[in-house]
């Protein structure tokens, strides 16, 4: 298996399903207040607790790894494509929307809504593209998190 050497992000998760070569895994997403020590007492934090009750992400990894039901792993995301991610989703659609509105609006006020949206569905056509055959933008096993033990 080759990994990375490193990651620029992990989380701890847990996995929920077997499908073939794939695991699915779930993570309860945290917020800053959960790291805060007074966010039992916190205005913010109580709403933060309300809002993320319940809520899991579930995440589909490669199942290189012999992955067993109900364990718990760390995975990761290679060094720097959590960055390219956000750059290529928000970043890219918005400068051509911009671009595309600025030279429609030279001739009218029509023409520089189309071009905005013109330049929205450019941006995210070229992120369908470029972003699956993209092993950079994989989510990969890092290691199991080993049983606590009650002795």
Request: glycine share 10%; charged share 15%.
């Given at each position: ?52 009750q319940n809520k ?96």
């Amino acid at each position: 298996m080759d990994k990375p050497q490193a990651c620029s992000m992990s989380e701890t998760v847990q996995v929920v399903a077997i499908d073939g070569a794939w695991a699915w895994v779930e993570a309860q997403p945290k917020s800053a207040c959960s790291g805060c020590a007074a966010h039992k007492s916190c205005g913010n934090g109580a709403v933060v607790s309300m809002l993320q009750q319940n809520k899991t992400i579930r995440l589909k990894v490669r199942n290189d790894f012999g992955a067993r039901m109900r364990e718990w792993v760390v995975i990761g995301w290679t060094g720097g494509s959590f960055l390219k991610t956000v750059a290529n989703a928000y970043l890219v659609p918005s400068i051509l929307c911009v671009l595309l509105a600025c030279i429609g609006g030279q001739y009218s006020e029509g023409l520089s809504a189309l071009g905005a949206l013109c330049g929205i569905g450019i941006g995210l056509a070229l992120n369908a593209v470029k972003t699956p055959n993209n092993k950079d933008f994989e989510i990969i096993f890092l290691h199991r998190v080993k049983e606590p033990s009650y002795e």
